[in-house]
Structure formats: C-alpha cells, structure tokens
C-alpha cells in the first residue's frame, strides 16, 4: 500500500471456521505468550476475550438455527443439515476507531493516531495508567500483569511500513479477515450484506459504519464487521458511545459551580441583611 488512506479490517463471520489461525498469527508474530490454553467451561473458545496478550480472539457462540437461510448460509454459520443450532463465528480485534477514546484519555500522548490511521499504543511512552481501559466503548486495551502497561492490536504497524498485510489477515484461510482501506471495506461489507439478505439472512448488517457501531461521536470503526444476529450476541455494544461525552466539558462544570457559588453567596447576604 501506497497511499496514505486509513486502512483497517473487514470481519465476515459468515466466512469464519473458528479455526484460530488468526490468533496464532497475531502471537507468532508479535511474540505474544500463549494464554487461555485451560478449559473454560462455557463453549469451545478457550480465550473467552480480548486481552493484553490476545489481540485477536475467535468467539464462538451457539444460535438456535435460523428459519427460512438458504442451504449455503447453512453450511457457512457451520449447520450439518439436522442440527437445531449453529455456530456462529466471530474474530473480534481493536476497532481503531476514528475518534478513539482511549487516545483522548491518555495523559501521556502514549496512544496516537499513526499515518495509516491507525491506533497504537506507543510502549516507551505508556506508564500504565489505565486511563484507557475505560475510555474504550468496547473495552480492548488493557493492562498486562508482567509490564504493567496497556497492550492491544497495532494492526501490525511495523508489517505496514514494509507494505505488507496485517499477519491475522494473511493466515485467514477463508477471507473472513479482510484487508484494505477503510472506505472500500465498507463498501464491500454493505454489498455483502445485500447478498446475505437475499439468501434470507434479514438480520444481516455492517457493524462500523457511522449508523451502527461508530456511533455517538465515534465516528466510524477502521475494524468493521458483517454480522447475521444483533450486537449483542457476539458481545458488541449496540450503539456504542465515547465516555467523555457522558460528562460536561470541564469549562461547563466550572460555570455551573460558579453560579453556585453566586447564588449561595447571594442567599447568605439576604438572610444576614
């Protein structure tokens, strides 16, 4: 890639086999330790979550089969033909936002916008704080036990600046993890949600755009997704929104503590006169 356009993911979960090479080509290739390796006895997806050494986590979740889904999307959300449920798919990573929360929280300028358009998180500078765990709708960062500090994707920063794909992407062998700029992914996942409409998927929509996903002043997701069920299922917010918009500017609290103070002060003066 050449130009400097915001780049980032296209997740189909219709596309996903929960095979977790994605998973394995994020750690490979950032040498992330191995982790969630243990049973966690509440399905087949042993990482159960994103985290400061999982930057890319397949959940699995099991669906009453959906009435009236051609034999195609069947097969592809994993039914044999008899099963009464299926599995739905879904390799979650760092939405990238384009007006990211945790960026705006950091006190020390650690996380910054890089010329991908991406958000990274800069190691050297991160005092863990953790300012940015809760500034993020949807909860990605967060701090490792052994460092201390913030940890999330990079979107294989360092891959980029040698024009290279992002390493989950190059190991999906099916295509669920799609790579390219921001503005034709988007595109691409409204023409595939058209498809999956047609085959009787009526509850398929683009997770990212600014209608749904990059809402409340998020303003779009860089890692958007083609999902068959609601938000909530594979553990998305519906409507997600930037923390610092559910408080008054500080400018604003000022004021308003200052007009309190009038107005106290006004009543001290009338009841001593």
Request: glycine share 10%; aromatic share 6%; hydrophobic share 35%.
């Amino acid at each position: 890639m050449i130009e400097h356009r915001p780049v980032g993911f296209l997740t189909d979960t219709t596309l996903c086999i929960g095979c977790k090479a994605c998973e394995v080509a994020c750690k490979q290739w950032n040498g992330l330790p191995a982790d969630g390796i243990e049973l966690s006895g509440h399905s087949y997806d042993n990482t159960l979550d994103l985290g400061a050494t999982s930057w890319r986590h397949v959940a699995f979740v099991e669906q009453p089969k959906p009435d009236g889904v051609d034999l195609l999307g069947s097969l592809l959300n994993g039914d044999s033909g008899g099963a009464q449920t299926v599995w739905l798919m879904l390799s979650d990573v760092c939405k990238h936002c384009a007006h990211a929360g945790c960026m705006q929280a950091c006190p020390t300028g650690a996380i910054i916008r890089t010329e991908f358009g991406t958000v990274v998180i800069q190691q050297d500078v991160c005092n863990g704080c953790g300012y940015c765990i809760p500034s993020c709708p949807f909860g990605v960062p967060q701090l490792s036990t052994t460092d201390h500090k913030a940890h999330k994707c990079t979107l294989c920063y360092d891959r980029l600046k040698e024009g290279l794909e992002p390493a989950c992407a190059k190991a999906c062998p099916t295509d669920s993890i799609q790579f390219g700029y921001v503005d034709e992914l988007h595109a691409r996942g409204r023409e595939r949600v058209e498809t999956l409409k047609a085959r009787g998927y009526d509850q398929a929509h683009l997770y990212g755009d600014r209608e749904t996903g990059g809402t409340h002043g998020i303003g779009g997701l860089h890692a958007s997704f083609v999902l068959t069920a609601p938000p909530e299922t594979f553990n998305l917010p519906a409507a997600p929104s930037l923390p610092q918009d559910k408080v008054l500017p500080a400018y604003a609290t000022t004021a308003l503590a200052a007009a309190g103070f009038v107005l106290s002060a006004a009543k001290f003066l009338r009841q001593k006169g």
